[in-house]
């Protein structure tokens, strides 16, 4: 499916208001890129994948399925404006995993997903500025979780 530039900038937009309601004030961006990865993780915390599985399925949290086919069969409604995710553990590391939850702008500037760890790049009312979408330790329990998907 074609979309204009319009469309795709109107649907980000709504899809960013939906998040930003949830947005996080105590965790600070900081991280290191790497040749487009973060290595090293957020929090220095082992993630715990059973609870970024939870956040993917949130949709105040990751809302991952508004856009991606995943294996969470309990859940009805999966979206195709992303890649489907099972197996993605096979095509990505962790470090390129990370990059692509903390900040996919980095590696596709027109990308539609959202940047889950960043401030000042979505478009959110003053309010907002400043938060992430998701904690440190809420983006390293969905790294977590992804590398599950073997
Ligand atoms: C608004 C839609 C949207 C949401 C919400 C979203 N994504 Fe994405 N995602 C995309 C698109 C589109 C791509 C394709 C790559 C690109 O555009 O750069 C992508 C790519 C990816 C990739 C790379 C997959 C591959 O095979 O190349 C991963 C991993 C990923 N997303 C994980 C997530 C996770 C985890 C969440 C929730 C925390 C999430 N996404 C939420 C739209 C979204």
Not at 5 to 15: E, Q, R, S, V, Y
Not at 94 to 114: G, H, Q, W
Request: proline fraction near 5%.
């Amino acid at each position: 499916m074609k979309h204009t530039k319009f469309m795709t900038a109107a649907i980000g937009l709504a899809f960013v208001g939906a998040f930003a309601v949830n947005a996080q004030a105590a965790d600070m961006p900081k991280f290191t890129i790497v040749n487009d990865t973060i290595p090293a993780s957020l929090t220095g915390k082992p993630g715990d994948a059973a609870n970024g599985r939870k956040v993917a399925i949130d949709r105040k949290k990751g809302n991952c399925l508004a856009c991606h086919v995943m294996p969470i069969p309990e859940q009805q409604f999966h979206g195709h404006v992303g890649p489907d995710l099972h197996g993605v553990a096979k095509r990505y590391d962790e470090a390129t995993l990370r990059m692509r939850v903390v900040d996919p702008k980095v590696l596709n500037e027109d990308t539609m997903m959202p940047s889950f760890f960043t401030t000042g790049q979505h478009r959110v009312t003053k309010k907002f500025e400043g938060k992430t979408i998701l904690g440190a330790q809420e983006v390293e329990d969905v790294i977590a979780y992804l590398k599950t998907l073997m």
